[in-house]
């Protein structure tokens, strides 16, 4: 029953390929991510709240039929039928019918326009904040990526490593058994074996979880059957400020912040506004005359009880907010751009000295194991050496994650694709 569960939990699910690359890794995130599919839906809502603004500024036209049967009492239009004795003390009960279409149409409302205009930049902001969340999406994969390649590195390197010390302990068994190395030697070489099963165990585990942990952040489903492949990074442009999502969103809040202060003025503004009514009115359908309305209202504000200047203060503080975070987050992109190149360029040099020390100890390895199969040295000298090995591998493993790191950041940074 729980196996049936968990099937239709992840059923939605992409299925990972045996090879992943960063950018499938980023594709399958962006073809199922609930981040980005709650960032499609607040754009939908901003489309649908500037129809409604627009819809404003359009003609309305609607149908009415009323049919209705009344009797009036005289008195309560003023009419005293003692006055009068010929006259009946109330009429009816008659009928009455009236069909119509009406028209109703804002001819001049500025503040309207202003408005439906804002709505306009409001839309460009979720869409660029739709276009944010992608990029965040693949930065954080592409960070999740690295952690998980720089530990797969790691557990081909213990491997590399166990079986080099394995061969060592195996040799020094040979020599040990004909007399030339001593039990201390031999027991020197297992203890390097152990200590090298007991590392890869604990990181073989940890690729396990960074694995999963990284198909859950693509929303694909559960798995650790699959290799991470490193493929070839291009450079980030320097443009950043034009570039990033959330920078242009900043600039359309701006932009619709100052379309907010206008419309709030404009409410000052006189409005005009045309409605006209056509249709039958009379005392059954079948006795109806034509009737028709054809009214214009002219609106102009005297005193609003300072609800005007209320909204142009509002709105003014919505603009200088709105100001103030453009040019925070302009010095903000600016900050992470220039921090992210130098951390790009250190990492880089940090790669290029741990691939000089990896050779060097090799070569340091190499020397000892021959001094010890020819019986000048022990097998401490190899034993060191090969520990000298694991470090400066360790240090390269670094040094490459670091790269890595540090280049999702400055794409990040610079609005560049991951």
């Known amino acids: 029953m729980t196996g049936h569960l968990v099937l239709l939990l992840f059923s939605a699910r992409l299925q990972i390929p045996a090879q992943l690359t960063l950018s499938d890794a980023i594709e399958t995130a962006l073809k199922s991510s609930p981040a980005l599919q709650k960032a499609a839906a607040r754009v939908q809502r ?4 500037e129809g409604q603004a627009h819809s404003r500024l359009r003609p309305e036209v609607s149908l009415s039929a009323t049919d209705s049967g009344q009797s009036v009492n005289l008195r309560t239009l003023g009419i005293d039928p003692s006055f009068l004795p010929a006259l009946p003390s109330k009429t009816g009960p008659f009928q009455t019918v009236d069909a119509r279409a009406s028209l109703t149409h804002s001819l001049w409302n500025v503040s309207l326009r202003d408005r439906a205009a804002a709505s306009r930049e409001q839309v460009r902001v979720s869409r660029y904040l739709a276009l944010d969340a992608r990029e965040l999406l693949s930065f954080q994969v ?15 390197t213990l491997e590399q490593q166990l079986g080099l ?32 099963e007991q590392s890869l165990l604990e990181t073989g585990n940890a690729l396990i979880a960074q694995k999963l942990q990284l198909a859950n952040l693509i929303h694909a489903e559960p798995s650790t059957a699959f290799v991470l492949s490193r493929t070839g990074n291009p450079e980030a442009p320097r443009e950043a400020p034009t570039l990033r999502s959330d920078y242009r969103a900043a600039e359309s809040a701006v932009r619709a912040a100052e379309l907010g202060v206008a419309a709030a003025r404009r409410e000052r503004h006189p409005t005009a506004t045309l409605r006209a009514t056509f249709g039958q009115s009379g005392r059954a359908w079948n006795d109806n005359l034509g009737a028709f309305l054809i009214q214009g209202s002219l609106n102009i504000p005297i005193y609003t009880g300072g609800r005007i200047q209320s909204e142009i203060t509002e709105a003014e503080a919505q603009l200088a907010e709105a100001k103030a975070e453009l040019e925070e987050l302009r010095s903000q992109i600016e900050s992470e751009v220039l921090a992210a190149r130098a951390a790009l360029d250190s990492a880089r040099r940090q790669m290029e000295v741990a691939r000089e020390s990896v050779t060097l100890s090799k070569d340091e390895l190499e020397l000892s194991t021959e001094r010890f199969t020819s019986g000048v040295a022990d097998n401490t000298e190899v034993v060191n050496a090969q520990d000298r090995l694991t470090r400066a591998e360790e240090n390269a493993l670094r040094a490459g994650f670091n790269v890595d790191i540090a280049l999702a950041q400055f794409k990040r940074a610079s609005g560049a694709k991951q």
């Open 142 to 156: 592409a960070i999740a990526f690295a952690q998980a390649l720089r530990t797969q590195s790691a557990v081909e």
């Open 165 to 196: 010390a394995r061969r060592l302990h195996s040799t020094t068994l040979e020599r040990w058994s004909a007399g030339v190395s001593s039990k201390l030697d031999a027991k020197r070489s297992e203890i390097q074996v152990r200590n090298l």
């Open 46 to 49: 901003s489309e649908s709240q």
